[in-house]
């Protein structure tokens, strides 16, 4: 099968693989819809997680099963599938205890374009396909469920971590795709005042309709000023981290209320510490509460993102400002996501 790869760090090209072996528990899936995603950016271009070779990029996918291992009870050759970022080994102990995500050592969930080729691949292998696929629905927009994979869930999943109580205050630092889904996502857990921190017009605009309050513009003037200012020197009760550099995490403590929370989904690509201001953090005695997390995979997850789009609870296919058609395109799509024209907030790749 032919895949677009990381072939080393800061290099890119085609290859081609051996097609995957299709366990009993297995699909192999070929791909109607992809989308690039920061994080491809990050694996590549800043080695984040390490060096890799010949690795086939992409998590975010949607696709038609075409090869199917014979234990596989709810889905047959011909079904379309959302396919979700994070692909868990569900028989492990991390999974018991509650955290697929790393089931089988940390951050091993993630699969695909880390520890196994990726989706932008002619065939791709899914495990356990039982517990790992979602039927798409018939009418489902493609732009709509590739953003299902990573977008829509991680960006839930930062509002999720964010113990956000009813009307209260939240601010989300970072308003590309996945923070834009942080907004949504904590407007339907029930926000108050809601702050976005972005800078383009195309992502404040989005933010806006999805339900943030107040728009910080964090190319004029310090975000925790004008989020104190804004909030009579109080701060939020939550702050979401969906963007930005490691300082986001400082800024972050120092703009959440004693007792808040402070949800990091961000992909923090480089340096060896992140800080903590001391002062602001109580000198430990806070109770702020930071947390994050690698976004939420498998087959129910998938599930209950698309009765969010069927219920119209969310409306992600909004993000896709640009769109390609051919499987040759991934390339100019990853590459327009290291670009980042003023006018893009998510590419998707019709096959
Ligand atoms: P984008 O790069 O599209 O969005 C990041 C946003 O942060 C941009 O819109 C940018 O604004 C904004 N930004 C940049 N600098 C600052 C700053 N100093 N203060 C505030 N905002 C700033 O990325 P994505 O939305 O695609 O992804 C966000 C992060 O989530 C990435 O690190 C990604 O790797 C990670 N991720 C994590 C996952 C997980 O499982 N936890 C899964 C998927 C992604 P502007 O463009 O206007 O300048
Ligand atoms: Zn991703």
């Not at 097609?19 to 800043?46: M, N, Q, R």
Request: charged share 25%; with cysteine; glycine share 12%.
């Amino acid at each position: 099968v032919k895949g677009f790869a990381m072939l080393g760090i800061g290099k890119l090209g085609w290859i081609e693989k051996e097609k995957p072996e299709v366990g009993p528990y297995d699909a192999l899936v070929k791909p109607i819809v992809l989308a690039p995603c920061t994080s491809d950016i990050h694996t590549v271009f800043e080695g984040a997680i390490g060096d890799r070779h010949n690795l086939i990029l992409g998590h975010e996918a949607g696709g038609e099963i075409i090869e199917i291992g014979s234990e596989v009870k709810d889905f047959k050759v011909g079904d379309r599938v959302v396919i979700p970022a994070i692909t868990p080994d569900w028989r492990s102990l991390a999974s018991q205890d509650g955290y697929p995500q790393h089931s089988n050592g940390m951050l091993s969930g993630w699969k695909f374009s880390n520890i196994k080729d990726g989706v932008f691949s002619e065939g791709i292998h899914i495990n356990d396909a039982d517990m790992n696929l979602a039927k798409m629905p018939k009418n489902m927009p493609l732009e709509q469920a590739v953003m299902l994979s990573d977008m829509a869930s991680t960006g839930i999943q930062g509002a999720e971590l964010a113990n956000i109580k009813s009307g209260a205050s939240v601010a989300v630092i970072g308003i590309g795709p996945v923070g834009l889904m942080g907004v949504a996502g904590a407007a339907i857990h029930g926000a108050g005042r809601l702050f976005a921190v972005g800078n383009r017009k195309v992502c404040t605009d989005l933010a806006l309709e999805y339900g943030a309050t107040d728009i910080v513009d964090y190319k004029k003037g310090d975000i925790v000023e004008q989020i104190l200012k804004a909030t009579n020197g109080r701060g939020v009760d939550a702050t979401i981290i969906a963007g930005g550099d490691s300082n986001a995490i400082l800024e972050a403590v120092k703009m959440t209320k004693p007792g808040g929370t402070i949800s990091n989904v961000n992909y923090f690509g480089n340096g060896e510490t992140l800080p903590i201001p001391r002062v602001e953090w109580g000198c430990g005695m806070s109770h702020k509460d930071i947390r994050g997390g690698l976004v939420a995979g498998g087959r129910l997850r998938m599930e209950r993102m698309i009765d969010l789009c069927t219920y119209k609870r969310i409306a992600p296919e909004k993000m896709a400002t640009h769109t390609f058609d051919g499987f040759k395109n991934i390339e100019k799509a990853l590459l327009l996501m290291k670009e980042k024209p003023k006018d893009l907030i998510k590419p998707v790749v019709f096959i």
